[in-house]
């Protein structure tokens, strides 16, 4: 079992669709990444939390720490939201381990 | 700021040759890493380094080297190169809290071993 689960591992949704994108973890953790990466290959960190909620944009981030799980939220998607998502968990200070993604599709 | 930035973007080698991916950033981070990406998998950790003169290896370090004599620079060497390094390279630096900071990542770099 790996230590960083996601899913769905793809995702289709017509443009204004709300997506919910989730992440299972196993190892303990201080803080979860959330990263995006574009078709062109780039990768960028949208979120970094350890608690609660947090928002930017359009895009929405909660985590529950007894549950070991996260969600990415993203309200009234639009094509320019297509990329793949990325959970990360920090083994310890040094280590990420990363979700092997979810690819997201959204069509006008 | 640049920010990360890799070179080359794409790389061919033989089997057996070697060579060194470059990495660079001007944010004065403390920690940088190497990720390689391929198909199906998630990013994997091969390097690490939480300062100048610091390297400790990650999940997948066989095949390569790597030194940390400045601040700035990260290079990766891949010492013989055989098909099964055939990836994505993706370098990427955070402050001096390592793998719990936000991550920056650079563009990375498509390698093809034959």
């Known amino acids: 079992k790996n230590e960083v689960e996601q899913s769905p591992q793809n995702l289709t949704a017509q443009e204004g669709e709300f997506i919910t994108i989730n992440c299972s973890y196993s190892?303990?953790?201080?803080?979860l990444h959330w990263l995006q990466q574009h078709p062109g290959g780039g990768i960028v960190s949208l979120f970094m939390?350890?608690?609660g909620k947090k928002k930017h944009g359009r895009l929405i981030a909660t985590i529950n720490i007894q549950e070991k799980h996260s969600s990415l939220h993203i309200t009234a998607s639009h094509p320019r939201d297509s990329a793949v998502y990325i959970c990360?968990?920090?083994?310890?200070?040094?280590?990420?381990?990363f979700g092997t993604g979810t690819r997201l599709q959204v069509f006008p | 700021n640049a920010g990360v930035t890799q070179t080359p973007k794409f790389q061919v080698l033989k089997t057996g040759q070697s060579m060194t991916l470059q990495c660079a950033q001007d944010?004065?981070?403390?920690?940088m890493s190497w990720y390689r990406q391929d198909p199906g998998m998630g990013l994997r950790l091969i390097h690490y380094?939480?300062?100048?003169?610091?390297?400790d290896q990650g999940e997948v370090p066989n095949g390569y080297n790597v030194s940390r004599s400045t601040t700035e620079d990260f290079p990766l060497r891949l010492l013989s190169a055989a098909p099964s390094q055939t990836s994505v390279y993706f370098c990427?630096?955070?402050?001096?809290?390592?793998?719990?900071?936000?991550?920056?990542f650079g563009p990375g770099t498509r390698l093809t071993v034959t």
């Open positions: 990427a630096s955070s402050y001096d809290g390592g793998s719990v900071w936000e991550q920056y």
């Open positions: 190892v303990g953790i201080s803080a």
């Open positions: 939390l350890s608690s």
């Open positions: 990360a968990v920090p083994k310890n200070t040094d280590k990420l381990i």
């Open positions: 944010m004065n981070h403390e920690y």
């Open positions: 380094s939480v300062g100048a003169g610091i390297t």
